[in-house]
């Protein structure tokens, strides 16, 4: 069964970092390409930044440049996404997705599978 698992959400203070993993299983991200996207409350889901297969250049959101980092290990099936300096504005679901492709994907219609999402709330 095909599957993507985020984990590594939670509530943190302003300021204050996490790092979510998202682990597939059922098949090999060999390939594919990972984006990172979040809906907040009331909010459409908005892109946050994505990897290649490669693991070179992720593209991020403008939002969240400087302060998230993805990363992936493809032995271990799995892309990180490193978040620094959190606001409040960054309270949201955070989902993972794969996509077979060689390049950078920014579009939700364009993936193939997706997570079921991780909480992460900023507040003090």
């Known amino acids: 069964q095909v599957r993507l698992a985020e984990s590594g959400g939670g509530l943190v203070q302003p300021g204050g970092s996490l790092r979510l993993s998202c682990a597939a299983s059922g098949f090999t991200l060999d390939y594919y390409a990972v984006g990172w996207f979040r809906q907040g409350p009331g909010k459409e889901r908005e892109f946050v930044g994505a990897?290649?297969?490669?693991?070179?250049?992720?593209y991020y959101a403008d939002s969240v440049k400087g302060r998230f980092t993805i990363s992936r290990d493809n032995a271990k099936n799995t892309v990180y996404l490193q978040m620094n300096s959190l606001k409040p504005e960054d309270t949201a679901v955070y989902y993972c997705?794969?996509?077979?492709?060689?390049?950078?994907?920014?579009?939700?219609?364009?993936?193939?599978?997706w997570g079921q999402g991780t909480q992460v709330t900023v507040s003090s």
């Open positions: 990897i290649r297969w490669s693991g070179d250049t992720p």
């Open positions: 997705a794969a996509v077979l492709s060689f390049r950078i994907v920014t579009t939700t219609r364009e993936y193939d599978y």
